[in-house]
């Protein structure tokens, strides 16, 4: 029987395998992307078979935390009462 560390490297040897092999025919729409909770970092398109992130925009998507203005994306600055 593997242990999880074996399970582990034998996945991601075949994600990667898999995301290699993959043609990327079929992508999602572009998604906020956000590398953690709250910090949205730009959008994405994601291969739908693969999960791969194939084209990445800087510019932020239309949030609660950003706005058009005058053609350019700017971010708010979001603050709650207590």
């Known amino acids: 029987m593997e242990n999880r560390e074996q399970m582990r490297k034998r996945h991601e ?5 898999l995301e ?4 990327h025919v079929k992508l ?4 906020d992307y ?28 239309p949030d ?3 706005i058009k203005e005058g053609g350019k994306w700017k971010y708010l600055i979001v603050t709650t009462a207590t």
């Open 20 to 23: 290699k092999n993959c043609l």
């Open 64 to 66: 609660s935390s950003t």
């Open 28 to 31: 999602s729409k572009w998604k």
């Open 34 to 61: 956000s590398w953690a909770p709250g910090h949205l970092s730009g959008r994405v398109k994601v291969c739908k078979n693969c999960g791969k992130i194939i084209k990445r925009d800087k510019r932020p998507g």
């Open 13 to 17: 040897a075949e994600i990667e395998a």
